[in-house]
């Protein structure tokens, strides 16, 4: 048997091709605490660190049938990869309970975060909402 890795890194441009498909196949989950204000992934799942363990649960059923699933924090080094790990395993405790059903569902962390990616696409609202230059004066 070989090791599979929870998760995959996925870059930003990437990320923002896929969000722009015309049949959406990518949810994103954003795991950010405080510094979710500020800005965000257009239609991302907001779902703090602080108590992602406690509510990883709620986000399977409506993550199911995505192909792809995208964890990011600010710059995707601790909370977004820990929360990625946290949902694979879970995720795939569950499909072998029969709790749900088998899937070929990619998890991903986005590649230096919403930090990177903000900045890079924060005048396209395809990509960012609720950008607010003055919370990133100092970040």
């Known amino acids: 048997?070989?090791?599979?890795?929870?998760?995959?890194?996925?870059?930003?441009?990437?990320?923002?091709?896929?969000?722009?498909?015309?049949?959406?196949?990518?949810?994103?989950v954003d795991v950010r605490d405080d510094d979710f204000e500020g800005g965000h992934i257009?239609?991302?799942?907001?779902?703090?660190?602080?108590?992602?363990?406690?509510?990883?649960?709620?986000?399977?059923?409506?993550?199911?049938?995505?192909?792809?699933?995208?964890?990011?924090?600010?710059?995707?080094?601790?909370?977004?990869?820990?929360?990625?790990r946290i949902y694979r395993e879970i995720r795939d405790a569950n499909i072998e309970a029969g709790r749900m059903p088998p899937t070929t569902q990619q998890v991903y962390v986005l590649r230096d975060g919403f930090s990177h990616f903000g900045n890079k696409f924060k005048r396209d609202p395809e990509l960012v909402e609720d950008w607010d230059e003055e919370a990133w004066q100092f970040r």
């Open 1 to 28: 048997m070989s090791f599979q890795p929870p998760y995959m890194y996925i870059e930003a441009d990437a990320l923002a091709s896929k969000l722009k498909e015309q049949r959406p196949s990518t949810a994103v």
């Open 42 to 84: 257009k239609g991302a799942f907001h779902s703090p660190s602080s108590t992602f363990l406690d509510g990883v649960n709620t986000l399977l059923k409506p993550l199911e049938t995505y192909e792809n699933v995208v964890f990011h924090c600010a710059l995707s080094q601790q909370r977004g990869p820990k929360a990625a």
